[in-house]
């Protein structure tokens, strides 16, 4: 069975999408089986993963109110490797009219559920808030993964989201665990980034990846091209630094199976 990471972060700029759409193709690439769901209305993982978002019939938007089957939307991104349930304008309807609908926070849950023996890794892009489409991600996910720039202010929203992730815990989904912290767009001369950052390790020890993803202009370049960073300039710093990362989780995952197995 797939497992379903969320990426979420309430902050937006912070590197979400960036990290989706790279650890998407960078796990493709190891050879696993990858769908990525864009809940995010700005269509931005659709977009880098080389799929028009303006010319969609159909879109997560119609798996999550139960208009079509999740794998009646799917697409294919050929850059990544990797399949897409793809978002588009049409999402931030969603919000307002799931209010309505019974299982409102499980949608996407439900919606997967068929999928799940298809894939190794089911990533989930949110959007920059805490509303109910990141709720449904939340719900359907089992880890959390949160890109995060050391800067002030980042510590006092991870405060909220980790606020968040222990309600869902506690009402909605009992298995919900943060798989890890990511700095993004990391620059080493500076100090107080240094020292959010040595904060970071503090609080959460090993739940902070290793991995330090810099700021790389390759990274905010490749979604013009339609094509993830780590397939369209895998040399590049950033490209790197998410193939480090994949290979992390890939690592992490196998230390995980291995202790579960000698249980
Ligand atoms: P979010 O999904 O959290 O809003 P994005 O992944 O879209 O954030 O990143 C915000 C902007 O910063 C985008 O233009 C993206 O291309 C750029 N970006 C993301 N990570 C990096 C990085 N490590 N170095 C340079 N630019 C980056
Ligand atoms: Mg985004």
Redesign the pocket.
């Known amino acids: 069975m797939a497992r379903v990471l969320a990426v979420v972060?309430q902050?937006?700029?912070?590197?979400?999408?960036?990290?989706?759409v790279n650890l998407a193709a960078g796990l493709a690439g190891k050879g696993r089986r990858v769908l990525l769901v864009d809940l995010?209305p700005q269509g931005?993982a659709t977009m880098g993963s080389g799929i028009d978002k303006r010319n969609l019939a159909r879109t997560v938007y119609h798996a999550l109110l139960g208009l079509s089957e999740a794998a009646s939307v799917r697409a294919r991104s050929q850059s990544g490797a990797y399949d897409l349930l793809p978002a588009n304008r049409e999402l931030a309807g969603a919000e307002i009219e799931l209010v309505e609908l019974p299982n409102r926070e499980s949608r996407l849950k439900s919606a997967l559920a068929p999928l799940g023996a298809q894939y190794d890794y089911i990533f989930i892009?949110c959007p920059?808030s805490l509303s109910l489409l990141t709720l449904n991600a939340l719900v359907a996910a089992e880890e959390v993964v949160i890109?995060m720039q050391c800067e002030y202010y980042a510590l006092e929203g991870l405060t909220d989201l980790v606020g968040t992730i222990k309600r869902v815990r506690a009402h909605l989904n009992p298995r919900l665990e943060i798989a890890g912290l990511l700095r993004?767009?990391?620059d080493p001369r500076n100090t107080l980034a240094q020292h959010v950052s040595a904060q970071l390790e503090t609080h959460f020890g090993d739940k902070v990846y290793r991995t330090l993803?810099?700021?790389?202009?390759r990274?905010?370049?490749?979604?013009s091209y339609g094509a993830p960073a780590v397939v369209w300039d895998s040399a590049s710093k950033?490209a790197q630094?998410y193939l480090a990362l994949a290979q992390e989780i890939l690592a992490r995952d196998a230390a995980q199976e291995a202790r579960a197995v000698g249980a």
Not at 213 to 217: A, D, E, H, L
Not at 219 to 223: D, I, K, Q, S
């Open positions: 972060n902050k937006g700029g912070v590197g979400k999408t960036t990290t989706s995010d931005n892009d920059p890109p993004t767009m990391y993803v810099p700021r790389n202009v990274l905010a370049e490749a979604p950033g630094a």
